[in-house]
């Protein structure tokens, strides 16, 4: 079974979510279990997390992600911004397990003129002292590839095995490779040769067992730029045959695959259709 799927909206209460994929023949969604763009995270009373069960359960969705908010920093050297990140990111771990989710997306930052070194190893710290806090009940940490843009670390698959070397419980971790952002980084996946390339080079590091997650993203910027421009599938620099690659490789075949893209004009539903047709599921 294909699962495939977008980030979906919660407004108006986390559970509505599935109804939104549903609509959309939804597989697999990914949320934000609170606003991306503030510290306080939404409180989940026991009934909500009754509400959204039951709607799951109810749904044709079968995986469901989170995503992070947009201010942690685990590697930052600011120790109040550190110890915020910290203590947001274990709440948001308590949180998605409270929701019964398999998977918390989340990017590797630091401060922008950090040696990469410190900022990396500072994340490993971070994540070692936010499981030492939370005991693993089902939620794994997902590291996101990013574009490298501002003070995101993990734009190389070396970086990403580095963090997970420095980390003691590292069954707890897998990683989601971005489309875009690989793109944005460098890995020329436009091309047969540079997606077999960028495999392989996964493969080699992090290897494909952590692969957990899939963000389906074209790219408005060009190859290299570390700029994070997310573009509707095919109508960006990767391209269409790009996706094709990636929907019928075979050892992606179980990876969750979700939309990032614009929601304008209902284009998820143009964006989902076109992957179904390329994966040769209409
Ligand atoms: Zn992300
Ligand atoms: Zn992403």
Redesign the pocket.
């Given at each position: 079974m294909l699962l495939l799927g977008a980030h979906m909206s919660t407004a108006g209460g986390l559970h509505t979510a599935f109804d939104r994929g549903e609509a959309l023949g939804c597989t697999a969604i990914q949320i934000f279990t609170s606003s991306p763009r503030q510290w306080r995270g939404r409180k989940l009373t026991d009934a909500d997390v009754r509400e959204f069960r039951q709607a799951w359960d109810a749904s044709s969705c079968r995986v469901c992600l989170a995503?992070d908010i947009y201010l942690t920093r685990l590697g930052t050297r600011d120790s109040a911004i550190l110890s915020r990140s910290r203590s947001t990111f274990a709440q948001e771990i308590r949180t998605c397990q409270r929701l019964g989710l398999s998977g918390l997306?989340m990017?590797p930052v630091g401060d922008t003129d950090a040696d990469e070194d410190a900022v990396l190893a500072r994340v490993a710290d971070s994540l070692n002292a936010v499981f030492d806090e939370v005991p693993f009940e089902g939620t794994q940490v997902l590291l996101?590839t990013t574009a490298g843009q501002g003070a995101n670390v993990g734009y190389r698959f070396e970086q990403l095995a580095r963090i997970i070397d420095g980390v003691e419980q590292d069954a707890r971790l897998g990683i989601c490779v971005?489309t875009c952002h690989v793109f944005a980084a460098g890995y020329d996946i436009s091309g047969k040769t540079g997606w077999r390339k960028m495999m392989s080079e996964l493969e080699a590091t992090v290897g494909l067992a952590r692969l957990k997650a899939i963000?389906l993203n074209d790219s408005r910027k060009p190859l290299g730029s570390r700029v994070d421009r997310h573009a509707h599938i095919g109508r960006g620099e990767i391209g269409e045959a790009a996706f094709e690659r990636v929907m019928r490789d075979r050892r992606l075949a179980k990876i969750p695959k979700l939309l990032e893209t614009p929601k304008e004009n209902d284009m998820d539903a143009v964006n989902l259709a076109l992957l179904r047709k390329l994966a040769g599921k209409k």
């Open positions: 995503h997306v990017h996101e971005d963000h």
